[in-house]
């Protein structure tokens, strides 16, 4: 059936675009009376493909990572970036206002593109009235980078969060605009569902512009989390280039994934769109954790200053280490600029009973902390692992010993300041963990090892003792906990299947700035029904552990790990050295 003039009256103006590209092309050549060689050259640029979210240089599946027709004038501009060169380039020459308006940041690349080529396109951005009042609202005169610490009490804030602060000529917090790059999670989900997404992509990342005040008291206050700001050393002309292009992009969902594609990936890119030549996102890693961005800035001499702003849970624990006196508070020591590499690669060499042999392990983690890691730059007692990966090989062969997916324990002092109570509600220490992990079946006298997928929860109290540092906002520098430990494992053990539940009782002490120790005992009681009179269904198997690290130097360190386990009429002990290099 014909269309309607109606309705041939209201295609959308993006088609004419791309109608009047192809004939323009073929009537007239390129715009602006360029060749194809200077056309090809502009496409290839890295800010152009950047700008349109492409990978810096081109590869076999070429392709922009927003996948929406609306962030392109071309048909073919999610895939071919020469091509969205074209019928930007046509619509400057156009005069088409629309485009212009909607794509701000790419007209200014383009328009000192063609300057330095001796043209003058006569196109800017100044009558674009929508834009210039989104640019006024937010009045960037400055940016900055703001850190709120990890806070493992959230899943999606456990490795901390980053986002930009937007101010005028003069700081002022009450008229300073938060510009956030996060995760829209779904409350409905629980702890399990919301981490597995995250890791997985699958929820959406959606850019906020919010007052900075209200964003900052969210942070200090009801999280009780500390933040970092560092003034980014930017020039003018890179803080509006930025503005443009949050202008263009602000609307464009895109999966957000906690390893990449993150609040942090999201400010490095808006960076890397005004210093080409800076290679940020090389710097920061294939793993980003929003921590080492001031790391990474910090060593592209991009910050101008920095400030630590306390939160009223540091500032409470403070009154209670100098008994009210704040007049000499000094910043904890959450610094990220301070903090070290995530990645840890180690080799190490031990011995197990079991084997009854040497016993060699190699270690690889893709973040982020534990709780005998050198502590500097993270929040208090983080213990946040993700992508944890250890072989080990005896006199058989080698063998995956633990694929830890995540796992994360908060402890919550309860004496502390630092405990994570809200309201009058109880403050908890908790943990859970995805793996898949060796283990020994304990049920037969065989004490058969098998690789079991473990999925746990934890939960309990902590109680800090010791030392405190009377100048900062820090609990002691030893923690105890007794947390019910409750586990379901799936796997090749007796029946395919075993619960677990009981006690986990340890502590963790800060000797040293350089010499961390920890033990636990674990009294799991296990079940897997068997009629067999030679299998257990139901049993303990106790496993009491320690361990100490040695920092060598900021990125070198060696740790000592014992553990003795009781099986069904024996018991196992095993002891490993690992010298860890991270990275």
Known sequence: MALSAQVQAGLSKQADIRAMTTVAKKQLGNPFGLDDATVA?????????????????????DQSRVQNPKFFLSDEGEKNPQAELVAMLTAMQNRDNQAICQFVARVYFLNQSLAERGINTR????????????ADTINAKRLSLIFAEENPNNIASAFGHVWLRADADTIDDSKAVAINYTVATDRADNAIKSTTKSIF????????????????????????????????????????????????????????????????????????VVRDKAQLSKAVGKVVIPA????????????????????????RQARLNRGGDLSELLPNHNNPTQANAVYRFGVGGGFDKKAD???YGVQLTAAYQDLLDNPNGTRQLLDLQLLSLTVRADNHRPRLDDFTLFATRSLNPVNTAKNNASDDKAAYATGM????????????????????????????????????????????????YALLDGKMQLGRVNQGYRLALGPSLGCVSYLTKSVRM?????????????????????????TVGFAVQKDLSANHALRLTAKAERLNDASNKQAMLYLYRYF
């Open 41 to 61: 050259q502009l496409a290839k640029t890295t800010t152009w493909r950047r700008l349109l979210l492409f990978a810096d240089t081109p590869t076999k599946n």
């Open 123 to 134: 196109v800017d951005d100044s009558s674009c009235q929508a834009f210039w009042q989104f």
């Open 201 to 272: 992509g699958g929820y959406a990342g959606v850019m906020e512009m919010m007052s900075y005040e209200q964003k900052a008291q969210d942070y200090l206050v009801k999280d009780g989390r500390d933040l970092w700001q560092f003034e980014l050393d930017l020039t003018a002309d890179e803080v509006m280039q930025i503005i443009r292009h949050i202008w263009e992009i602000k609307d464009m969902a895109r999966p957000y994934f906690f390893t990449h594609d993150n609040c942090a990936t999201e400010i490095v890119r808006l960076l890397d």
């Open 292 to 315: 080492r961005m001031a790391f990474v800035l910090k060593q592209q001499n991009m910050l101008a200053d920095e400030r630590f702003i306390p939160s009223q849970a540091t500032i």
């Open 357 to 359: 042999d040497a016993v």
């Open 433 to 480: 963990g995805i793996r898949l992990h060796r283990v020994i079946d304990a049920s037969s006298p065989a004490n058969d090892d098998a690789l079991v997928f473990d999925v746990g929860v934890q939960r309990g109290k902590s109680w800090a003792f010791g030392k405190t540092d009377d100048n900062r906002g820090e609990f002691a520098d030893t923690v105890c």
């Open 518 to 542: 920890m033990a636990q005992l674990d009294m799991p009681y296990y079940y897997h029904p068997d009629r067999a009179s030679s299998n257990r269904s139901g049993y303990m198997q106790p």
